[in-house]
T-cell receptor
Framework: NAGVTQTPKFRVLKTGQSMTLLCAQDMNHEYMYWYRQDPGMGLRLIHY???????AKGEVPDGYNVSRLKKQNFLLGLESAAPSQTSVYFC?????????????FGEGSRLTVL | GENVEQHPSTLSVQEGDSAVIKCTYS??????FPWYKQELGKGPQLIID?????GEKKDQRIAVTLNKTAKHFSLHITETQPEDSAVYFC??????????FGKGTTLSVSS
């Protein structure tokens, strides 16, 4: 089973460039999430989705957009990348939420913005 | 919104010792508290969780305790082994949103 797959795994951007991170899950999960991980800051929720066609803001949504056009895919977009967005990005999915919603994470996408 | 504080940020123990990581949360409505382990170069994985109607839960060498009144919960690892070395995250489920994570604890177990 592939589980949660993130592409690309590494990317270097220049300030002002745009890019999209793709997350795909094959577990038929309703819920999907994007987190960023920075040294000393832990995992911070950027955006999440409770089902196909829905998105919602998390803790640190500014500078990012997301789309969930298909149940299995959750895209994270950076329209104009900034050095502050240098981070490791993790996508996760879950069958449900709350106390029955174990998160399954991808292996991360390391983004560097110069 | 929910805020989760985690301590310590780093923890070094000798193999066979116990390790304790503590977390506090701010939203009294939060009702689910999982712990995730992240090995180098990988995504976090769930290792144990506890719900607000339970005070303690054990799974072999790992245990979690919850004090709802004080709004804090802890992870206890006994008889630590080198393969326990990793980053550990606590989290709290904020009703209506998603899991909010602490900043992580880097555990190093030396043999």
């Amino acid at each position: 089973n592939a589980g949660v797959t993130q592409t690309p795994k590494f990317r270097v951007l220049k300030t002002g460039q745009s890019m999209t991170l793709l997350c795909a899950q094959d577990m038929n999960h309703e819920y999907m999430y994007w987190y960023r991980q920075d040294p000393g800051m832990g995992l911070r929720l950027i955006h999440y989705s409770v089902g196909e066609g829905t998105t919602a803001k998390g803790e640190v949504p500014d500078g990012y957009n997301v789309s969930r056009l298909k149940k299995q895919n959750f895209l994270l977009g950076l329209e104009s990348a900034a050095p502050s967005q240098t981070s490791v990005y993790f996508c996760a999915s879950s069958y449900s939420t709350g106390s029955t919603g174990e998160l399954f994470f991808g292996e991360g996408s390391r983004l560097t913005v110069l | 919104g929910e805020n989760v504080e985690q301590h310590p940020s780093t923890l070094s123990v000798q193999e066979g010792d116990s390790a304790v990581i503590k977390c506090t949360y701010s939203d009294s409505a939060s009702n689910y508290f999982p712990w995730y382990k992240q090995e180098l170069g990988k995504g976090p994985q769930l290792i144990i969780d506890i719900r607000s109607n339970v005070g303690e839960k054990k799974d072999q060498r790992i245990a979690v305790t919850l004090n709802k009144t004080a709004k804090h919960f802890s992870l206890h690892i006994t008889e630590t082994q080198p393969e326990d070395s990793a980053v550990y995250f606590c989290a709290a489920y904020q009703a209506g949103t998603a899991l909010i994570f602490g900043k992580g604890t880097t555990l190093s177990v030396s043999s």
